[in-house]
């Protein structure tokens, strides 16, 4: 049976992960508080590799350490999700394995010896379908927390980098927004003038009960956005039921991470925006009076 | 102290034409210092200014990347030289073999105290060259990092961190990824690319660096053009904003979701 090996640093969200590498014998590598590895065990693995407590080690510091066990019992693939920590976990095993690594992976498959996943290319312009013989490393939406089983923990002794602590961590100061759950989501972009104008597609976000985006210059540009309500290909990838995008000419960048909602509206003042191509209805118009009046329809509907 | 910069040379995506087959014809997309490079640079020359470091760019890629344009536009963005390795076997490298042979690179230069990279890059977009070349290294990486201060051997790296922010302490060598927005790099004036024209760039041949071969072998075995999902592409005109605003809410209710 082909070995798969699982890296998980600090969350135990991996559902998805062990979703896809089902018909293997899968082990997870586990760097976190035992809490974590607890869960990991409970997620359809059949063992977990618990690096110990880690107590103010920032996670990355054990990278060598991951690299080294998983090097040394040569998984035919090994997944991690897309999160900070797991990718430095991910990029350290693909070092020691000299493993090409893979994100944007929409499929992975175990066959015959060889590993082959489907994914996106170029930002999603394209798709290819690679075989691999030999180690690889993919990189994939983590999704949540399994519910499976039992799997032994065993603990290995920690040997974390020495030449890195952490002096001070700050929360959040707001509460982080999860766009990938949202129904409907109301997003901008550089149509609109002035921040000020913002009120506009609040309102219209308000009348649709919607959560608010952008498009990646109101968030890395200007500032009117903070990073996580931006929807991009280096953003959030979202899956509304119902995706408005008000001045957002459909930068492909942009595009491809609302590509998965349900019904897409596009208001934009320029009959020829690429965006047009890829929605279900194009309004041609100044967002100036459609957007106030969309929304004014929309409360007098309610 | 020695900071080094990886930066790749590379096209816009945006500006490649696809054929329905998912061929990719990148002939009219331009190359450029990829876009999130240049925070990386900015960060550099900040810490480099503060240290009385040296700061060297590192670049792997075809022959582009060893083009006048190319060490220019790198150069001018604050970079005291450039060390490149082009080839053309080295066109269309993925992030694996990318890293191991900037981990050559950063080798053969020597003395390195730091390595900065830039997010992701503007075409494979894959945020894992940083990370892989840190464990080629067998050197610590972050990623997200806001800003960078200190010298050699004690450095502080303020990062990103679940929402929050975090600071930490390097006492060695280490890899670090910058955040998109940890600054604005500003747009080289005719100045920069004047004295550009003046600083050294070293072209370092394949064969002159240890280079550590993949484990594995890749296959493509199909390609095809971007899943889109057949749209309506319905065009509303909206010169009468209230007509079209009723048109809007009543195909949005048809099609039940709001």
Redesign the interface.
């Given at each position: 049976m082909s070995a798969t090996y699982i890296l998980v640093a600090g969350d135990a969200r991996i559902g998805n992960l062990v979703a896809t590498a089902v018909g293997t014998s899968i082990t997870a590598v586990v760097v976190g508080d035992r809490g974590v590895a607890e869960a990991v065990a409970a997620s359809g693995v059949e063992k977990v590799v618990w690096l110990g407590d880690p107590g103010a080690t920032p996670l990355e510091a054990f990278a060598g350490q991951v690299a080294a066990l998983t090097a040394a019992a040569r998984p035919d693939l090994v997944l991690a999700p897309s999160r900070p920590a797991d990718l430095v976990l991910a990029g350290a095993v693909a070092a020691r394995l000299s493993a090409p690594v893979y994100t944007m992976a929409s499929a992975v498959r175990v066959a015959d010896g060889a590993v082959e996943i489907d994914r996106s290319v170029f930002g999603g312009i394209a798709r290819e379908t690679l075989r691999i013989h030999g180690p690889v490393v993919v990189i994939g939406d983590g999704g949540e927390v399994g519910t499976d089983g039992g799997a032994p923990i065993e603990e290995v002794t920690g040997a974390p980098a020495t030449t890195i602590s952490v002096i001070e961590t700050l929360p959040p100061e707001h509460a982080p927004v999860d766009l990938s759950k949202a129904r409907r989501i109301v997003s901008t972009g550089r149509g609109l003038k002035d921040q000020g104008d913002l009120s506009i597609t609040a309102r219209l976000g308000e009348a649709l009960d919607a959560e608010l985006a952008c498009s990646r210059p109101l968030a890395e540009g200007v500032g009117w956005f903070r990073r996580d309500r931006y929807v991009g290909v280096t953003g959030q990838k979202v899956t509304p039921d119902l995706y408005v995008a008000v001045g957002i000419s459909g930068q492909l960048q942009h595009v491809v991470g609302a590509r998965g909602a349900r019904v897409i509206v596009v208001i934009n003042s320029d009959e020829k925006c690429p965006y047009f191509g890829e929605a279900d209805y194009c309004v041609v118009g100044d967002l100036y009076e459609l957007v106030p009046a969309l929304t004014a329809a929309l409360t007098e509907a309610n | 102290m020695r900071i080094a910069v990886a930066y790749k040379w590379a096209p816009n995506?945006?500006d490649?034409l696809?054929g329905s087959d998912?061929?990719?014809d990148w002939r009219h997309a331009k190359a450029g210092v990829s876009e999130y490079d240049p925070v990386a640079i900015a960060l550099g020359r900040s810490l480099a200014d503060a240290s009385g470091a040296e700061l060297v760019g590192l670049s792997v890629g075809g022959p582009d990347v060893a083009s006048p344009m190319a060490k220019k536009s790198a150069l001018a963005r604050g970079l005291d030289r450039a060390v490149v390795v082009a080839d053309a076997s080295l066109q269309g490298l993925?992030?694996?073999?990318t890293?191991?042979l900037l981990?050559a690179l950063v080798e053969k230069i020597g003395d390195v105290d730091v390595v900065l990279t830039g997010?992701?890059s503007?075409?494979?977009?894959?945020?894992?060259v940083?990370?892989?070349?840190?464990?080629?290294l067998?050197w610590?990486?972050?990623?997200?990092v806001r800003s960078v201060s200190g010298t050699a051997g004690d450095l502080?790296v303020e990062r990103n961190?679940?929402?929050?922010?975090?600071?930490?302490?390097?006492?060695?060598?280490?890899v670090l990824a910058a955040a998109?927005?940890a600054v604005v790099p500003g747009v080289p004036g005719v100045r920069d690319i004047l004295a550009a024209g003046k600083k050294p760039v070293e072209e370092v041949a394949l064969t002159a660096l240890v280079r550590?071969?993949?484990?594995?072998?890749?296959?493509?075995?199909?390609?095809?053009?971007?899943?889109?999902?057949d749209?309506?592409?319905?065009?509303?005109?909206?010169?009468d904003?209230?007509v079209?605003?009723?048109e809007?809410?009543a195909?949005?209710?048809a099609?039940g979701?709001?």
């Amino acid at each position: 049976m082909s070995a798969t090996y699982i890296l998980v640093a600090g969350d135990a969200r991996i559902g998805n992960l062990v979703a896809t590498a089902v018909g293997t014998s899968i082990t997870a590598v586990v760097v976190g508080d035992r809490g974590v590895a607890e869960a990991v065990a409970a997620s359809g693995v059949e063992k977990v590799v618990w690096l110990g407590d880690p107590g103010a080690t920032p996670l990355e510091a054990f990278a060598g350490q991951v690299a080294a066990l998983t090097a040394a019992a040569r998984p035919d693939l090994v997944l991690a999700p897309s999160r900070p920590a797991d990718l430095v976990l991910a990029g350290a095993v693909a070092a020691r394995l000299s493993a090409p690594v893979y994100t944007m992976a929409s499929a992975v498959r175990v066959a015959d010896g060889a590993v082959e996943i489907d994914r996106s290319v170029f930002g999603g312009i394209a798709r290819e379908t690679l075989r691999i013989h030999g180690p690889v490393v993919v990189i994939g939406d983590g999704g949540e927390v399994g519910t499976d089983g039992g799997a032994p923990i065993e603990e290995v002794t920690g040997a974390p980098a020495t030449t890195i602590s952490v002096i001070e961590t700050l929360p959040p100061e707001h509460a982080p927004v999860d766009l990938s759950k949202a129904r409907r989501i109301v997003s901008t972009g550089r149509g609109l003038k002035d921040q000020g104008d913002l009120s506009i597609t609040a309102r219209l976000g308000e009348a649709l009960d919607a959560e608010l985006a952008c498009s990646r210059p109101l968030a890395e540009g200007v500032g009117w956005f903070r990073r996580d309500r931006y929807v991009g290909v280096t953003g959030q990838k979202v899956t509304p039921d119902l995706y408005v995008a008000v001045g957002i000419s459909g930068q492909l960048q942009h595009v491809v991470g609302a590509r998965g909602a349900r019904v897409i509206v596009v208001i934009n003042s320029d009959e020829k925006c690429p965006y047009f191509g890829e929605a279900d209805y194009c309004v041609v118009g100044d967002l100036y009076e459609l957007v106030p009046a969309l929304t004014a329809a929309l409360t007098e509907a309610n | 102290m020695r900071i080094a910069v990886a930066y790749k040379w590379a096209p816009n995506p945006q500006d490649a034409l696809v054929g329905s087959d998912g061929s990719v014809d990148w002939r009219h997309a331009k190359a450029g210092v990829s876009e999130y490079d240049p925070v990386a640079i900015a960060l550099g020359r900040s810490l480099a200014d503060a240290s009385g470091a040296e700061l060297v760019g590192l670049s792997v890629g075809g022959p582009d990347v060893a083009s006048p344009m190319a060490k220019k536009s790198a150069l001018a963005r604050g970079l005291d030289r450039a060390v490149v390795v082009a080839d053309a076997s080295l066109q269309g490298l993925g992030a694996t073999e990318t890293a191991l042979l900037l981990a050559a690179l950063v080798e053969k230069i020597g003395d390195v105290d730091v390595v900065l990279t830039g997010d992701s890059s503007i075409d494979e977009g894959s945020r894992m060259v940083p990370t892989v070349l840190a464990g080629a290294l067998g050197w610590p990486a972050l990623t997200d990092v806001r800003s960078v201060s200190g010298t050699a051997g004690d450095l502080s790296v303020e990062r990103n961190h679940r929402g929050g922010s975090q600071v930490l302490r390097l006492t060695g060598p280490a890899v670090l990824a910058a955040a998109v927005d940890a600054v604005v790099p500003g747009v080289p004036g005719v100045r920069d690319i004047l004295a550009a024209g003046k600083k050294p760039v070293e072209e370092v041949a394949l064969t002159a660096l240890v280079r550590r071969e993949l484990g594995s072998s890749v296959e493509r075995v199909r390609i095809a053009g971007p899943e889109v999902r057949d749209r309506k592409r319905r065009m509303i005109e909206g010169s009468d904003a209230a007509v079209a605003a009723h048109e809007i809410v009543a195909a949005l209710r048809a099609d039940g979701v709001i």
